[in-house]
């Protein structure tokens, strides 16, 4: 048995699986995923896990380089943006309408979906190199 970081299996897999520059998203309760994403569902109840510790686990195993985001974030969740400002303060964003984000997302590897029930709270991360 797994004694610490990420014990969910499938979740453990997705992560050791990526590659220098493969795509993956940590969403909320409600973006919906695009077929031929693999989807990793948390959600347990509103709330329950919250966004911010799925990526705070996800970030102790996963290398990243860059992140995207939908730009109504700024706005309509400005603590959730100050939050990943924080937690990817080494990172380069870019940021797009939150349509675009949803059409973007086909390129996913996978997607995470926590039980998050605020706005905007999804982030598509392109993974990095340890080396």
């Known amino acids: 048995m797994k004694k610490r970081g990420v014990l969910h299996a499938e979740l453990s897999r997705c992560i ?22 693999e989807v990793i569902d948390l959600a347990v109840t509103a709330g329950v896990p919250s966004f911010t510790s799925v990526l705070d686990a996800v970030l102790s195993e996963a290398e990243v380089e860059g992140c995207y985001l939908a730009e109504e974030i700024r706005t309509h969740n400005e603590d959730l943006h100050a939050y ?11 940021y797009m309408p939150h349509e675009e984000l949803k059409k973007f997302s086909a390129k996913a590897k996978f997607a995470i979906r926590t039980g998050e029930f605020s706005p905007y709270p999804n982030v598509i991360l392109r993974a990095g190199v340890v080396f």
């Open 16 to 37: 050791a699986a990526l590659g220098h520059k493969d795509l993956f998203m940590v969403g909320d309760a409600g973006m919906p995923i695009p077929p031929g994403v």
């Open 84 to 94: 990943l400002r924080g937690r990817l303060e080494d990172i380069p964003f870019e």
